[in-house]
Nanobody, 119 residues
Framework: QVQLVESGGGLVQPGGSLRLSCAAS????????MGWYRQAPGKQRELVAS???????NYSDSVKGRFTISRGNARNTVYLQMNRLKPEDTAVYYC?????????????WGQGTQVTVSS
């Protein structure tokens, strides 16, 4: 079992910045990919950004050039630096991890953190 703990959400004005953090913990696992998804009211959950074990990143078109995903030195932590935030970025942001544990692939989600962009 892997636990994902997120932090860093909050209220910010348009044009502002926030940094989300997600730390994975557990026993006997290897992270294949970590990412951030978001879900706004009445909308489906969508991928925001992901980073694979080799460092390859992927971003949704709506956040390219504004958001940056990165990993911590321990490789079990992922960050999402969000700059030039817009009201349409308002959503609950979820951390996701695809891991291999005991030769099986598992997918885990964090509890979510609210990001509100409003003046």
């Amino acid at each position: 079992q892997v636990q994902l703990v997120e932090s860093g959400g909050g209220l910010v004005q348009p044009g502002g910045s926030l940094r989300l953090s997600c730390a994975a913990s557990g026993n006997s696992f290897t992270i294949n990919v970590m990412g951030w998804y978001r879900q706004a009211p009445g909308k489906q959950r969508e991928l925001v950004a992901s980073i694979a074990s080799g460092g390859i990143t992927n971003y949704s078109d709506s956040v390219k050039g504004r958001f940056t995903i990165s990993r911590g030195n321990a490789r079990n932590t992922v960050y999402l630096q969000m700059n030039r935030l817009k009201p349409e970025d308002t959503a609950v942001y979820y951390c996701n991890a695809g891991v291999t544990s005991w030769s099986q692939i598992h997918n885990y989600w964090g509890q979510g953190t609210q990001v509100t962009v409003s003046s």
